[in-house]
């Protein structure tokens, strides 16, 4: 059964970190482009970080410096390493998997920054 699976979220202060993963099942994801993105209430969703099957990253300017992306190959995993979290990065995280035609979601996981 081909899937993502995002766990790692919860409530974290202000200044915390956390660290999410995308654990894939069914596929290799290492050929896999993945990106994390994130959609809060009553807006859309946005790209946060990305990285290719070679382990090129890229970030949105708002987490730019405080969110880093991962690959494990051999755990079949991406992961986001999220420090200084601000209440603003309150949403839930999805990450997405894409090579040619294939294309596939998880579930999600929230992420709340409050104090």
């Known amino acids: 059964q081909v899937q993502l699976v995002e766990s790692g979220g919860g409530l974290v202060q202000p200044g915390g970190s956390l660290r999410l993963s995308c654990a894939a099942s069914?596929?290799?994801?290492?050929?896999?482009?993945v990106g994390w993105y994130r959609q809060a209430p009553g807006k859309e969703r946005e790209l946060v970080a990305a990285?290719?099957?070679?382990?090129?990253?890229n970030y949105a300017d708002p987490v730019k410096g405080r969110f880093t992306i991962s690959r494990d190959n051999a755990k079949n995993t991406v992961y986001l390493q999220m420090n200084s979290l601000k209440p603003e990065d309150t949403a839930v995280y999805y990450c997405?998997?894409?090579?040619?035609?294939?294309?596939?979601w998880g579930q999600g996981t929230q992420v709340t920054v409050s104090s």
């Open positions: 997405n998997a894409e090579y040619f035609k294939n294309n596939y």
């Open positions: 069914g596929f290799i994801l290492s050929i896999y482009a």
């Open positions: 990285i290719t099957s070679g382990g090129r990253a």
